[in-house]
């Protein structure tokens, strides 16, 4: 059973910063692109950014220059690392990746359960 574990959230002050991460368990064969999501309460879910397998990473223009998405050498961890947070960037941040059960399987797509971003003073 493939499963994405999300954490890092938490409260923070405007202008502070928070590394949100996302790691992968259970038997796979490998991870493709992996995203960052958010859901501010009365909001759709939005994407936020994506790092795909060979390391290529898109921003939404809403976090562009503050967030940065990364991978671990393993390549089954994805991070988000955030700064400059604004009130805004409040919400419910979820981790999404395409992910090979097998060598000879389509990739399929996994979520994470959550995790909660809060810039508050």
């Known amino acids: 059973q493939v499963q994405l574990v999300e954490s890092g959230g938490g409260l923070v002050q405007p202008g502070g910063s928070l590394r949100l991460s996302c790691a992968a368990s259970?038997?796979?064969?490998?991870?493709?692109?992996i995203r960052w999501y958010r859901q501010a309460p009365g909001k759709q879910r939005e994407w936020v950014a994506e790092?795909?397998?060979?390391?290529?990473?898109n921003y939404a223009d809403s976090v562009k220059g503050r967030f940065s998405i990364s991978r671990g050498s393993a390549k089954n961890t994805g991070f988000l690392q955030m700064n400059s947070l604004k009130p805004e960037d409040t919400a419910v941040y979820y981790c999404?990746?395409?992910?090979?059960?097998?060598?000879?399987?389509?990739?399929?797509?996994?979520w994470g359960q959550g995790t909660q971003v809060t810039v508050s003073s």
């Open positions: 999404n990746a395409d992910i090979m059960p097998t060598a000879w399987e389509v990739p399929r797509i996994y």
């Open positions: 259970g038997s796979f064969f490998s991870i493709n692109s």
């Open positions: 790092v795909t397998s060979d390391d290529s990473p």
